[in-house]
């Protein structure tokens, strides 16, 4: 199997694990797992996974710089604890599936 391959196997084995772990950080908050958070979830966890990939690490400073301008003036009242873990639990996911891709094949 070609590296490609094995990099979208370990992308989609592991987003079907994130969502759980994203299903039961929904509930120790209290809040409800929407289809549109599931879909901007993983949408940023392959945003990351490429990134990671390709070695671009300024990459990762676009990302970080998103993700504050998309929280300076949002309606939502998402509690910055709620945020926080979401975010960093999915970055730890997306680490997970980069040395699972540079270590295991």
Not at 24 to 42: D, E, P, Q, Y
Not at 48 to 64: E, H, K
Not at 90 to 98: E, K, N, R, T
Request: positive net charge.
């Amino acid at each position: 199997m070609d590296k490609q391959m094995i990099h979208i196997a370990i992308y989609v084995v592991g987003e079907l694990g994130a969502l759980l772990i994203f299903f039961l950080i929904t509930k120790m908050f209290k809040r409800n797992l929407t289809l549109s958070s599931v879909l901007r979830g993983a949408l940023e966890r392959a945003f990351i996974f490429i990134i990671l990939l390709v070695d671009l690490p300024q990459g990762l400073a676009f990302f970080g710089a998103l993700k504050i301008a998309t929280r300076l003036k949002d309606d939502d009242k998402i509690s910055n604890d709620y945020f926080l873990t979401g975010n960093l639990v999915s970055v730890l996911i997306v680490i997970g599936y980069y040395l699972t891709s540079q270590y295991c094949f």
